[in-house]
């Protein structure tokens, strides 16, 4: 099994800055990609940014140029780097991963979830 633990979500003021973090755990052999989703009140869950173990990520156009997804490889960490954010990145912000686990199974994770709110 593989859990997914977020941290960093809060409030925040618009135009600041947020970083959230999500470690992965368990019978890990590699991930192949990890991101982050999120969902506000009322909509679907979207992409945010996702980040694969080689090559180039992917963000949503709306947070392009303010968000920057990273990864560490050999922990099996992604971090969102959020900054001039909006009332409108409001949600709660679910880390991803699509991981092969020993013995050798591939699958989607998700963590429970961070809530970060933009708001005066």
């Known amino acids: 099994q593989v859990q997914l633990v977020e941290s960093g979500g809060g409030l925040v003021q618009p135009g600041g800055s947020l970083n959230l973090s999500c470690a992965a755990s368990?019978?890990?052999?590699?991930?192949?990609?990890m991101g982050w989703y999120r969902q506000a009140p009322g909509k679907e869950r979207e992409l945010v940014a996702v980040?694969?173990?080689?090559?180039?990520?992917n963000y949503a156009d709306s947070v392009k140029g303010r968000f920057t997804v990273s990864r560490d490889n050999a922990n099996n960490t992604v971090l969102l780097q959020m900054s001039a954010l909006k009332p409108e990145d409001t949600a709660v912000y679910y880390c991803y991963g699509n991981v092969f686990t020993i013995p050798f199974a591939r699958n989607d994770y998700w963590g429970r979830g961070t809530q970060v709110t933009v708001s005066s």
């Open positions: 980040i694969p173990s080689a090559g180039s990520t």
């Open positions: 368990g019978r890990i052999l590699r991930i192949s990609v």
